[in-house]
């Protein structure tokens, strides 16, 4: 259940019987062969199927995070991190003014992991607010997929190549990956990663890429249960 396929008077009657809420942060950024807006559609169909499931309502996604190094490949649009954490700050408010106290943020893009700090401070300000944090592909429950099928997970590599974030056909073979020189500029980091694959496998099985999925999802719901 998204906000945009309601109105005013849904959402407030919603409020009247919960008090919970999905936001989606992601990013818009190069993924090699896979699409830009990666980072907002696994979060965005997780957060579709967990909210099939329990009915808590999902905010519009954040489509924009903070991603400097990737400047050099057209079609990354990156924010400042003072930008997001005030836009984080911004939509928390609001939604806690409306009534909604128990927010799961679903992260997509690992240069976002930043706002959390701002975020604990929110929390010290709205005591009644409770607010989880989950990036899907540092899971344990992906983590261990990984091991069990011996294939390493890694930006723009298999991790992120579902059905619905494929745009063009992927490469057959394995990309050695890249040595990184510490932090780099966007002009080096081109040149370091290439097509934009950090390396390992292009793509796997259907029903690895399933399974991962559906890990995921069992991990969302436990959490919207808000239960510690």
């Known amino acids: 259940m998204r906000i945009e396929d309601l109105n005013w008077f849904d959402v407030e009657n919603y409020l009247k019987k919960e008090d919970r809420m999905i936001l989606i942060m ?24 967990a909210s099939e499931r329990s009915g808590v309502l999902i905010a519009p996604p954040i489509n924009f995070g903070c991603s400097p190094y990737f400047m050099n490949y057209p079609g990354t649009l990156s924010i400042r991190a003072t930008t997001l954490f005030q836009i984080t700050e911004d939509i928390l408010r609001s939604a806690y003014r409306q009534g909604f106290r128990r927010i799961l943020i679903l992260n997509g893009h690992g240069g976002n992991n930043t706002v959390t700090t701002r975020i604990y401070e929110l929390l010290d300000e709205l005591p009644e607010m409770q607010v989880k944090w989950y990036s899907w592909w540092l899971s344990n429950s992906v983590s261990g997929i990984a091991q069990k099928y011996e294939i390493k997970p890694s930006h723009a590599n298999w991790l992120e190549a579902f059905s619905f974030t494929r745009v063009t056909e992927m490469p057959a073979e394995e990309k050695i990956p890249p040595v990184i020189p510490g932090m780099i500029s966007a002009a080096k980091a081109r040149k370091i990663y290439g097509d934009g694959s950090f390396g390992g496998a292009y793509q796997v099985e259907d029903t690895i890429m399933e399974e991962i999925f559906n890990a995921c999802l069992f991990d969302i719901l436990k959490l919207l249960e808000f239960n510690d």
Do not use: M, T
């Open 26 to 49: 992601g990013s818009c950024e190069q993924h090699g062969y896979l699409s830009l807006l990666c980072d907002v559609k696994i979060p965005q169909a997780l957060a579709d199927a």
